[in-house]
């Protein structure tokens, strides 16, 4: 979709997931980056990894992290946060990933439709995975195409 002044089909996000010791990389789309949406992605992480400790490096989230709601949710989910300095998200892990992922699905696209492009990253990222062995790692499960159901609370 070209960038213009007028966003007429509105914005879209990759709440993204990176594996560090299995090399997995997930995520989902979001049309907001609100608590409600974060819950349900780090429910669904929650599952892939039901029996183990949880750090997750939190980037990119300033309205968020400090929310009183989103912190009760990471304690009832046992998942420790792991916040990054200010302007210093080069130190997250996860950002190479995203640079790639840009690179081979983003640069020089003209997408009619948000449908389009998360089409090309969702594939990009199976494709990667696959190739880094991860293709059926509980965290692949992540991924999808479609926008994340939200429950109605």
């Known amino acids: 979709m070209r960038a213009t002044y007028h966003r007429t089909q509105g914005v879209e996000y990759f709440l993204g997931c990176y594996d560090v010791h299995a090399d997995c990389f997930a995520g989902v789309f979001a049309k907001r980056k609100r ?6 992605v780090f429910r669904r992480l ?3 990894y039901p029996h183990r400790r949880l750090f997750v490096i939190l980037d990119n989230l ?9 912190l009760r949710l990471l304690e009832r989910l046992r998942i420790t946060p792991v916040y990054t300095p200010t302007e210093a998200s080069w130190l997250s892990l996860i950002e190479p990933q995203f640079g790639v992922t840009k690179r081979f699905t983003l640069t020089d696209t ?12 969702v594939r990009y990222i199976r494709y990667r ?4 062995g991860a293709a059926h790692h509980p965290l692949a499960r992540l991924l999808t195409v479609r926008d994340i159901k939200l429950d109605v609370h």
């Open 46 to 48: 929650r599952t892939c």
């Open 110 to 121: 003209d997408d009619p439709s948000h449908g389009m492009r998360r089409h090309r990253i």
């Open 62 to 70: 300033p309205h968020v992290h400090d929310h009183p709601r989103f």
């Open 129 to 132: 995975n696959r190739r880094a």
């Open 35 to 40: 608590v409600v949406e974060l819950e349900a």
